[in-house]
C-alpha cells in the first residue's frame, strides 16, 4: 500500500472543522460514553456516591449493578451514556484515571505531545496499540490542536484543545483496557 505524502493544513481544513459532527462521530462518541459509563459501573457503591455528578446519573449507575438482563443492562449503559454527555468528562476521567495508574497516565501524556509533534505515523502506531481509537477522531482533535497554534490563539485555547485530545486519548486507553 503506497504511504500517503505529508500534507500541511490548509485554512479551508481548519474552517471545515467549525461544523457539527457526522452521526456517525455522534454514535461513536455515544458508544464510548456507554464504555466509559461501564468502568463507573465497576466502582463501589460509595465510589459511586461520592461522583460529582448528577443524581440521575449515579441513580443509573446504582440500578445498573441490579439488573442481571443482558439486554437490559445494554440499554441501561445506552441511557447513562447520554446521562454523561452532560457531564465533564475531565472530572469524570480524574475518578477513572486511579485504575490506570500515574505511571499510565504519564505514558498517555506522552503520546499526546508524540502525536502533536509528528501527527500520523503516531496516530496508525497509537491505533495499533489501542483498538478503541477512532482515527478520524483522533486527527480531527490534532488538527484542532495544529489550528490554535497556528493562529496563534491565546495560551488557554490551546491547552483547551490539547486537553480535548489528551481527554480523548485516555478514554480509548481505558476502553481499549478493557475489551
Same mark, same amino acid.
Given at each position: 500500500?503506497?504511504?500517503?505524502?505529508?500534507? #500541511?493544513?490548509?485554512?479551508?481544513?481548519?474552517?471545515s472543522l467549525e461544523g457539527r459532527a457526522s452521526k456517525t462521530e455522534?454514535?461513536?462518541?455515544? /458508544?464510548?460514553?456507554?464504555?466509559?459509563?461501564?468502568?463507573?459501573?465497576?466502582?463501589?457503591?460509595?465510589?459511586?456516591?461520592?461522583?460529582?455528578?448528577?443524581?440521575?446519573?449515579?441513580?443509573?449507575?446504582?440500578?445498573?449493578?441490579?439488573?442481571?438482563?443482558?439486554?437490559?443492562? #445494554?440499554? /441501561?449503559?445506552? #441511557?447513562?451514556?447520554?446521562?454523561?454527555?452532560?457531564?465533564?468528562?475531565?472530572?469524570?476521567?480524574?475518578?477513572?484515571?486511579?485504575?490506570?495508574?500515574?505511571?499510565?497516565?504519564?505514558?498517555? /501524556? #506522552?503520546?499526546?505531545?508524540?502525536?502533536?509533534?509528528?501527527?500520523?505515523?503516531?496516530i496508525n502506531e497509537f491505533a495499533k496499540m489501542y483498538n478503541a481509537?477512532?482515527r478520524h477522531t483522533l486527527r480531527q482533535h490534532l488538527l484542532r490542536?495544529?489550528?490554535?497554534?497556528?493562529?496563534?490563539?491565546?495560551?488557554?485555547?490551546?491547552?483547551?484543545?490539547?486537553?480535548?485530545?489528551?481527554?480523548?486519548?485516555?478514554?480509548?486507553?481505558?476502553?481499549?483496557?478493557?475489551?
Open positions: 500500500m503506497a504511504r500517503r505524502p505529508q500534507q #500541511r493544513f490548509s485554512e479551508d481544513d481548519y474552517e455522534q454514535k461513536k462518541a455515544v /458508544q464510548r460514553m456507554a464504555a466509559l459509563g461501564e468502568q463507573l459501573a465497576n466502582l463501589s457503591k460509595k465510589q459511586i456516591q461520592q461522583l460529582p455528578v448528577e443524581e440521575r446519573l449515579i441513580d443509573a449507575l446504582l440500578d445498573v449493578q441490579l439488573i442481571t438482563s443482558h439486554e437490559a443492562r #445494554r440499554r /441501561q449503559f445506552q #441511557r447513562i451514556g447520554k446521562l454523561l454527555r452532560n457531564e465533564d468528562e475531565t472530572v469524570i476521567l480524574s475518578y477513572l484515571t486511579p485504575q490506570q495508574g500515574l505511571k499510565k497516565t504519564a505514558q498517555l /501524556q #506522552r503520546w499526546v505531545d508524540r502525536i502533536i509533534a509528528q501527527g500520523d505515523p503516531v481509537t477512532e490542536v495544529h489550528r490554535d497554534m497556528s493562529q496563534q490563539a491565546d495560551e488557554e485555547q490551546i491547552a483547551a484543545s490539547k486537553l480535548k485530545l489528551f481527554n480523548y486519548v485516555q478514554q480509548v486507553a481505558l476502553i481499549s483496557d478493557n475489551t
